[in-house]
């Protein structure tokens, strides 16, 4: 059974900085794309970041970028996101999300396997 499991989520301070880990199980996703999304509480899910199969090619939501690195190791099935510079606005539910085979990074229709999310709050 595929399962994606996120953790190092937590309350920060604002300037404040978390790491996200997302472990994979089940099966390997070293062939796949991989990215993040965010829902905040009233608001639709957002993309923030994804990361291709082999980590040479990662894309960020610009209202993140310079903000938040995104990673993946593949001999662990394991992605991770490091977010610095927290403001409130970056307070969500935070998902990993494994991509299809093929598509867009996007949009979170493309992705088809999902986490259970792991909460950030960042306190002003």
């Known amino acids: 059974q595929v399962q994606l499991v996120e953790s190092g989520g937590g309350l920060v301070q604002a300037g404040g900085s978390l790491r996200l880990s997302c472990v994979a199980s089940?099966?390997?996703?070293?062939?796949?794309?991989m990215g993040w999304f965010r829902r905040a509480p009233g608001k639709e899910r957002e993309f923030v970041s994804a990361?291709?199969?082999?980590?040479?090619?990662?894309y960020y939501a610009d209202s993140v970028k310079g903000r938040f690195t995104i990673s993946r190791d593949n001999a662990k099935n394991t992605m991770y996101l490091q977010m610095n510079s927290l403001k409130p606005e970056d307070t969500a539910v935070y998902y990993c999300?494994?991509?299809?085979?093929?598509?867009?990074?996007?949009?979170?229709?493309?992705?088809?396997?999902w986490g259970q999310g792991t909460q950030v709050t960042v306190s002003s």
């Open positions: 999300a494994v991509r299809r085979s093929s598509g867009t990074y996007y949009y979170a229709n493309q992705y088809d396997y």
């Open positions: 990361i291709s199969w082999n980590g040479r090619s990662t």
């Open positions: 089940g099966r390997t996703f070293s062939n796949r794309a």
